[in-house]
């Protein structure tokens, strides 16, 4: 059983639009983070999110963290072929510890 | 060079065979991971360490050992290669004191024939 549900599992979407992407769980977590991934390469942490409501913005990346800290959402303004990448949720496996468990991971394809 | 580093990058084997994973870091940091990446699973971890003599079982650790070599070093181990072994293998590491972030090796894709 997946605790982190990413939707959708994959996007492809004009250079210029704007998109959505979410993690849902059952499960409350303490804290949860974003990650990119590009192709050939390791994820990178974009964003760390630990108060229920907590929104934080990177850019053109917004990031929001759900009241009861179950959910959390990406979105993205006016995207740009470099946002192309898969994009994963994580959070603790328990409370203080940084063991994450990953959610399945949205493909995002930004078209020129 | 990269923070953290795996070997080898790439390597096709057949079933049965033994494969070691190899990860170093330069980041100083305690604690480091191995996951397995599969298209529409995610990441899923598959064994851990928060030192040199502290290894933990992750959530897929069958089928597979680790050694944690000294505090800079961690390898994977798949003693008898079977086919559903074949996925990208990322090392990560982190920091103690921090705030849970990973950081990841560029990755190691395994085929098993």
């Known amino acids: 059983t997946q605790l982190l549900e990413q939707s959708p599992q994959f996007l492809s979407i004009q250079e210029g639009e704007n998109l959505t992407v979410y993690c849902n769980s059952s499960s409350v977590f303490s804290s949860l983070q974003w990650y990119r991934q590009e192709p050939g390469e390791g994820p990178v942490l974009l964003v760390t999110v630990v108060t229920g409501g907590e929104v934080k913005k990177l850019k053109r990346l917004t990031f929001q963290f759900g009241d009861a800290r179950k959910d959390s959402s990406l979105h993205i303004t006016a995207a740009q072929p470099g946002d192309t990448g898969l994009y994963l949720c994580?959070?603790?496996?328990?409370?203080?510890?940084?063991?994450?468990?990953f959610g399945t991971g949205t493909r995002l394809t930004v078209i020129p | 060079d990269a923070d953290v580093t795996q070997t080898p990058r790439n390597r096709i084997t057949k079933t049965g065979k033994r494969i070691m994973l190899e990860c170093s870091q330069t980041k100083g940091h305690d604690r480091m991971y191995w996951y397995r990446q599969d298209p529409g699973l995610g990441l899923r971890l598959i064994y851990y360490?928060?030192?040199?003599?502290?290894?933990n079982k992750g959530e897929i650790s069958d089928g597979y050992s680790v050694s944690r070599q000294a505090q800079a070093k961690f390898s994977l181990s798949l003693e008898s290669a079977i086919p559903n072994q074949t996925a990208l293998y990322f090392c990560?590491?982190?920091?103690?004191?921090?705030?849970?972030?990973?950081?990841f090796g560029e990755g190691s894709r395994l085929t098993v024939l």
């Open positions: 994580a959070g603790p496996r328990t409370r203080g510890a940084n063991n994450l468990f």
């Open positions: 360490s928060f030192d040199v003599k502290d290894i």
């Open positions: 990560a590491t982190s920091d103690a004191m921090g705030a849970g972030e990973l950081f």
